[in-house]
């Protein structure tokens, strides 16, 4: 059973950073990309960053980029997101998923992603 399980979630200031991490089970994510998406109340869940499971390859939305840094920790089987410089709009439950995708194909939309957990709250105060 394929699992994945965000924490580190949680309350900061605006300018401030958190670490968000991701540990997946349940079968082997060699071939896919991992992705992270928010979500506030009444909006569309979107993509935020994404990172190749077996060469690290990264990709981001362009609201975070220069702030926001993906990792990954293959012993560990966990994907990390770094987020620095946090704003007010920032504030979201973050998700973690799962995209089967070879090589060049990076998928930013949630049809794309096959795998997902349940979410960690990230409220940023101003």
């Known amino acids: 059973q394929v699992q994945l399980v965000e924490s580190g979630g949680g309350l900061v200031q605006a300018g401030g950073s958190l670490r968000l991490a991701c540990a997946a089970s349940g079968r082997s994510f060699s071939y896919y990309v991992m992705g992270w998406f928010r979500q506030v109340p009444g909006k569309e869940r979107e993509f935020v960053a994404a990172i190749r499971w077996n060469d690290g390859n990264t990709y981001y939305a362009d609201s975070v980029k220069g702030r926001f840094t993906n990792s990954r920790d293959n012993a560990e089987n966990t994907v990390y997101l770094q987020m620095n410089s946090l704003k007010p709009e920032d504030t979201a439950v973050y998700y973690c998923?799962?995209?089967?995708?070879?090589?060049?194909?990076?998928?930013?939309?949630?049809?794309?992603?096959?795998?997902w957990g349940q979410g960690t709250q990230v409220t940023v105060s101003s």
């Open positions: 998923a799962a995209a089967e995708a070879w090589s060049g194909y990076e998928p930013t939309e949630l049809y794309e992603y096959d795998y």
